[in-house]
């Protein structure tokens, strides 16, 4: 069974602080994608990459970074967080090509206080 | 700029009722596009998918309507039940311009309530 697993499911931190946001998928998959979602707006691309330590900006890159070190590991970076950073976060993978699913994990409900 | 459109933004339907949800895009490069389904505390997980050559597909109770020329697609779900409560999502990818990966753009999302 396909997983991707992301490193906590709530999180809640102060303004100002770093934080980290790790993903892991075990398919060998190329590309992955970090997304947040917000109702009302969908999901919206924050960065992808891939392939190792290459990144691309999504739509909404503002006050994240991201580090991709191995193929399975793709981590989100607020370098300094804010409240209006509070939302649910999620990490997809998928394989190159047309018409190929991308894979998501649960998700990380960030609040930021 | 919303490149995908997604309405309604809610939808109530009895049990055993046609749930409808509508999407439109605005991209020509756009050329697949899935429809994911997410349960509360669950990552999206694809629900079916149809490309611009055909224009419907079909998969149990669930049914793509796409329509290349309006740039339009929906999902039908035939005899909706309480298990179908959930967000759905519309979307559409593209090559991004690196051609290195795909690009998956989502639609705002539909709240669906199936009443028993």
């Known amino acids: 069974d396909v997983k991707v697993t992301q490193s906590s499911r709530y999180l809640v931190k102060r303004t100002g602080e770093k934080v980290f946001l790790e993903c892991v998928q075990d398919?060998?998959?190329?590309?992955m994608f970090w997304y947040r979602q917000d109702p009302g707006l969908g999901l919206r691309l924050i960065y992808f990459?891939?392939?190792?330590?290459?990144?691309e900006k999504g739509d909404i890159p503002e006050g994240y970074s991201v580090s991709r070190e191995k193929k399975e590991r793709f981590s989100l970076i607020l370098e300094s967080a804010s409240t209006n950073q509070t939302s649910m976060y999620l990490c997809?993978?998928?394989?190159?090509?047309?018409?190929?699913?991308?894979?998501f994990g649960p998700g990380t409900r960030l609040t930021v206080l | 700029q919303q490149q995908v459109k997604q309405s309604p933004q809610s939808l109530i339907v009895q049990k055993g009722g046609i749930s409808i949800i509508n999407c439109a895009y605005e991209?020509?490069?756009?050329?697949?596009f899935p429809w994911y389904q997410q349960f509360p505390g669950k990552g999206p997980a694809l629900l079916i998918a149809?490309?611009?050559?055909?224009s419907e597909k079909k998969e149990g109770r669930f049914t793509i309507s796409f329509n290349k020329s309006a740039k339009q697609f929906s999902l039908h779900i035939m005899d909706s039940q309480p298990g179908d409560s959930a967000t759905y999502f519309c979307a559409s990818a593209n090559e991004i311009s690196s051609g290195s990966a795909r690009q998956l753009t989502f639609g705002s999302g539909t709240q669906l309530t199936v009443l028993p």
């Open positions: 991209n020509t490069a756009f050329d697949y």
């Open positions: 149809i490309r611009p050559d055909v």
């Open positions: 997809a993978s998928s394989s190159p090509g047309s018409g190929t699913s991308w894979y």
């Open positions: 398919m060998d998959h190329e590309n």
């Open positions: 990459s891939y392939d190792v330590k290459m990144k």
